[in-house]
């Protein structure tokens, strides 16, 4: 008999996703999945598209008021969008 290295399905999916370079857009989808639950309901409706671009979330805010609070709390929805996703998947966001 031989040993066998026995993994957890978790460990060999993470493995594969790193190997094949599909870690970082998975991440990234979620992210831009995440904005509604993360913003709520209210800021939701106001909003457009979003993408994500070197490091920087894009997202199209149909208000321009609610636009400008938006931007005076960049670092902290920063923050809690890369906390809902568990890594640091952008640095910056820019309302248009």
């Known amino acids: 008999m031989f040993k066998r290295d026995v993994k957890s399905l978790a460990e060999v999916l993470q493995t594969v996703l790193r190997k094949e370079g599909l870690e970082t857009p998975l991440r990234q989808k979620r992210l831009v999945a995440s904005w509604d639950t993360v913003v709520g309901p209210s800021i939701a409706r106001y909003t457009g598209d979003k993408f994500i671009k070197n490091q920087t ?6 208000n321009p008021a609610l636009r400008q609070d938006l931007s005076m709390m960049r670092t902290r929805l920063v923050q809690r969008l890369n906390a ?3 890594a640091y998947v952008i640095s910056d966001i820019k309302f248009y």
Do not use: A, S, T, W
Not at 57 to 62: E, R
């Open 84 to 86: 809902q996703v568990g």
């Open 57 to 62: 979330l894009f997202v199209k805010i149909l």
